[in-house]
């Protein structure tokens, strides 16, 4: 069940395509029919994915956060290779129409040649970066700017669907359809960037503590900040040389109404470890934000949060809001290997202490050993996640749809 619905905007769209098909009474032989249905799946699946990427806060909303719309905009990529794949193995054929085809419609077909490698090369790059070879993996950045070249492949693609003048009329009124509604699409990915312009502040660090691997970061606008909800990330980087890429982060500050946002980073990986090393007091930060849709529900009610490692941050940000007169209980656990790789424990703590309905528990595995979980009957009506994919699995299975989580990784 988990799997239909995590697939079914694909499906959605595969149905409302095949409607549209219908409707065009289709009277060609069944190669031919279903060749020019994978070409219109995978160009509005390109469409669809430039709307994805814009980044739009209704758009995100409506998928529950950027992690989540992201998950979308990976699966209607695999859509549009597989399409892509079915159209360029069984092209449409109407060999009627061959005579009338004058050079621009032979560039368009050409243009969809070269779109479809594109879109291929481009395509496997991106299903190899989640991959592990012998230790090594695609570096992020790499693959970010080669997924930029996915614009030329969907502009290639549109070439191809709005200038192929080798087909019945229907099938062209079809194209010119789905080409106008692809380019809607593509204004919209334009208006993200303005947006995305707009909702970059310049901040200055005020300070940089180290401790356990961790990175804590607090800064100040210079001008304008961000404003807020806990819970949520930003992109950020800083204007250094070496540290200038942008990395989601969660604001694991409380909202704050000057804009004063925290952050905490465990050093993982070589972004990560440099800014651990690199960054200092004074230095200028880059926040692009704020983004997401994890929150805890706060209409009452028992819930459960469970944090693991650095999955603590979006948690660090509740308890750092939360009110005295929490409605409901939250019953909050914090796995870590060692209490000294604990991050905030004086404050959840406190908190604890301060808010009648918010219980706190350390669970160091190297002490107690392993966690045995949450009683499925303990009447949870939320559980609330972060943390290592195997246990937000574990949970899944346990709690379904009562399960919120948000990925560390898109
Ligand atoms: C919504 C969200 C909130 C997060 N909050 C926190 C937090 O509060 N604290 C914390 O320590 N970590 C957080 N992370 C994880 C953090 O973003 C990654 O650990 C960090 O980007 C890894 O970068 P690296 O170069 O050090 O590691 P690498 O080893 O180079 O990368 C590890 C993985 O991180 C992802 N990644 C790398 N670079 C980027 C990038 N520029 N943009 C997006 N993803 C990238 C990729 O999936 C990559 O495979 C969060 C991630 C997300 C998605």
């Not at 289709?26 to 390109?46: H, K, Q």
């Not at 909303?61 to 992690?67: A, H, P, S």
């Not at 692009?288 to 819930?303: A, I, L, S, T, V």
Request: net charge positive; proline share 5%; with cysteine.
């Amino acid at each position: 069940m988990g799997v239909v619905l995590r697939w079914l905007p694909q499906v959605g769209l595969m149905v409302v395509l095949f409607a549209v098909l219908l409707v065009s009474n289709p009277r060609e032989d069944l190669p031919t029919v279903a060749a020019i249905y994978a070409g219109m799946v995978a160009f509005s699946s390109m469409s669809l994915n430039l709307l994805l990427g814009a980044r739009l806060p209704a758009i995100e909303r409506l998928f529950g956060g950027m992690d989540k719309m992201f998950l979308q905009h990976r699966q209607f990529g695999y859509l549009a290779l597989a399409a892509a794949a079915v159209h360029w193995l069984n092209p449409p054929s109407f060999p009627q129409f061959l005579a009338s085809c004058d050079d621009l419609c032979k560039a368009a077909i050409e243009s969809g040649e070269i779109g479809f490698k594109i879109l291929m090369v481009l395509g496997l790059l991106s299903w190899a970066r989640r991959k592990t070879f012998r230790g090594w993996r695609l570096p992020y950045q790499w693959w970010k700017w080669s997924h930029y070249g996915l614009l030329a492949a969907w502009w290639l693609a549109f070439f191809h669907l709005m200038q192929n003048r080798k087909m019945p009329v229907v099938y062209q009124q079809m194209a010119e359809i789905i080409g106008v509604i692809g380019a809607l699409c593509l204004i919209l990915y334009l208006v993200g960037w303005v947006l995305r312009m707009r909702r970059t502040k310049a901040y200055v660090v005020e300070s940089v503590t180290r401790s356990g691997g961790v990175t804590g970061i607090r800064a100040h606008p210079k001008t304008h900040g961000i404003r807020h909800r806990a819970g949520q990330f930003a992109f950020i980087h800083a204007k250094k040389t070496g540290l200038r890429e942008a990395h989601p982060f969660t604001i694991s500050g409380g909202e704050d109404p000057d804009g004063v946002v925290q952050f905490n980073i465990k050093g993982l990986g070589d972004y990560t470890r440099r800014l651990h090393d690199d960054l200092a007091e004074g230095d200028t930060l880059v926040v692009e934000g704020p983004y997401g849709d994890f929150r805890y529900p706060d209409r009452g009610g028992k819930q459960a949060w469970i944090a693991a490692g650095i999955g603590i941050t979006p948690f660090l940000s509740f308890v750092r809001s939360l009110p005295d007169d929490l409605k409901g209980e939250v019953e909050m656990v914090y796995l870590v290997r060692n209490e000294t790789e604990a991050v905030g424990l004086d404050e959840f703590r406190a908190a604890a202490d301060r808010v009648d309905n918010f219980s706190f528990t350390l669970h160091p595995s190297d002490d107690k050993g392993r966690w045995p979980g949450l009683s499925a009957d303990a009447g949870h009506q939320a559980v609330l996640f972060c943390g290592p994919p195997v246990l937000r699995d574990i949970l899944k299975k346990q709690f379904g749809r009562k399960l919120r989580f948000e990925y560390f990784e898109f």
